[in-house]
């Protein structure tokens, strides 16, 4: 409690000014030379989740602190550090931790801008839904009111060279970091358990390689990108059939992508494809899913206050077939297809995020809506935050889960639907 407290009170003590992130002024290529040779911002947090089912158990009750550090010894060298410490109590668990989120060098010389260390990289234009995301792994056990929160850094080299309009980008992860799944809060049949995963070696044949080359003008952005490494997100094996246990298990893929943004008169349009290809017999291993083809197309516009996002998204799976229900893998192959959306040959869903903006824009509304029109799955996810001042927010939300019992909503929806609590304060030295 004292730890909580303290992590609380300490940056609501801390002189609070702007708290605009360093990390997007690095990768958006800012002018450091005009500032200091160091910054730090950051903000004090408290979150609260409460359940929906009525329950006198809270699923989240957690105070955090973000220091971001920026050092600048050379006008054309940088290092950024993301420190997190956080105090809470989580799924009837004590969770005590500090935590370097991010931690890199970023040095421009000419054409050439590289980014060395723990990194957190999205890739994609669509909104909540990227297909061609595959570079650094999420934790889904996060309970947090800021959605980038469930993405995890990983050591890697990213190197961009610049010619305008045009602009490589290299990206190399030496070792490999998965996603951490909440396997510890899904409950299971009684006789089947889950162990540790099946991971490959920290070696750098074991590495990642990704490619994305960029074209960028005013009113038209695009890329196409190939990246070869094993996912972040693993599957499900079977490590034992008598009793059955199972066990997080990483598979290597081959992901062909493109996006695209632009502009038609007042409409913003939007679009992300990728290609994915695993290594490996998907026929002889559950936890390996099928090739497939995914895409996104979007559209997004402004009235004065009010802004709308739209999203249409499909998904068709190479050689599908329907699983033997009298197949010993049969529960396996099920909670597989789940995780990975292969429960049919194609799929389809949409998204929405409608934004309003009230009271001199110190109130801002809004609510990320997806439906998944096959499975009948659907997250709802109302989100209202007031900003006292440019030092102190409060937010006031949920995030609620449902779909059949047979679909991944459906297994997760009492345990993560939830109301959430926030009051964040920002700061800076």
């Not at 303290?6 to 003590?13: C, D, G, T």
């Not at 800021?146 to 190197?159: A, C, H, P």
């Not at 490996?280 to 995914?294: A, V």
Request: aromatic residues 14%; hydrophobic residues 40%.
């Amino acid at each position: 409690m004292k730890a909580f407290l303290f992590l609380l009170l300490m940056p609501l003590l801390c002189t609070a000014v702007n708290a605009q992130s360093l990390f997007e002024d690095a990768q958006g290529g800012g002018d450091f030379a005009k500032r200091r040779i160091w910054d730090v911002t950051g903000f004090g947090r408290t979150n609260l989740f409460l359940p929906t089912e009525t329950t006198d158990k809270i699923q989240s009750s957690a105070a955090e602190t973000s220091f971001k550090f920026t050092l600048k010894p050379l006008d054309k060298l940088s290092i950024l550090t993301d420190l997190r410490f956080r105090n809470a109590w989580e799924f009837e668990k004590n969770i005590s931790e500090v935590r370097a989120r991010e931690y890199y060098a970023l040095f421009i010389k000419g054409r050439f801008d590289l980014y060395l260390g723990r990194q957190i990289i999205a890739w994609g234009r669509a909104d909540a839904i990227n297909p061609t995301d595959n570079i650094t792994p999420k934790d889904m056990t996060v309970r947090s009111v800021d959605e980038d929160d469930k993405r995890i850094g990983n050591e890697l080299l990213r190197v961009f060279y610049n010619f305008h309009p045009y602009r490589i980008e290299l990206i190399w992860v030496p070792f490999y970091r998965e996603a951490n799944l909440p396997t510890h809060i899904v409950p299971l049949p009684q006789g089947v358990s889950i162990q540790g995963g099946e991971y490959p070696d920290k070696i750098m044949s074991n590495g990642a390689c990704a490619i994305r080359f960029h074209i960028v003008r005013a009113s038209f952005d695009c890329s196409v990108s190939y990246f070869d490494g094993y996912n972040p997100m693993p599957g499900i094996s079977l490590a034992s059939s008598v009793p059955m246990v199972l066990a997080p298990k990483a598979y290597r893929v081959r992901v062909a992508g493109a996006d695209f943004s632009t502009t038609a008169g007042s409409y913003g349009l939007r679009g992300e494809f990728a290609y994915k290809k695993p290594y490996g017999d998907y026929d002889l291993e559950p936890s390996i899913p099928n090739p497939e083809f995914q895409y996104v197309l979007g559209v997004d516009r402004e009235y004065g206050d009010f802004s709308i996002i739209v999203q249409y998204t499909a998904r068709y799976v190479n050689e599908f077939s329907e699983i033997n229900i009298l197949s010993p893998a049969y529960f396996v192959e099920e909670k597989n297809r789940q995780l990975s959306s292969q429960q049919d040959r194609s799929t389809h869903a949409v998204f929405a995020r409608p934004s309003y903006k009230f009271l001199y824009e110190t109130l801002v509304a809004e609510l990320a809506l997806m439906y998944n029109m096959t499975t009948q799955e659907y997250m709802l996810r109302p989100k209202a935050e007031y900003s006292f001042s440019d030092t102190l927010s409060f937010s006031l939300g949920a995030e609620l889960y449902k779909g059949p019992d047979d679909t991944l909503f459906g297994l997760v929806d009492d345990i993560l639907s939830a109301v959430f609590i926030s009051v964040e304060r920002p700061f800076s030295f």
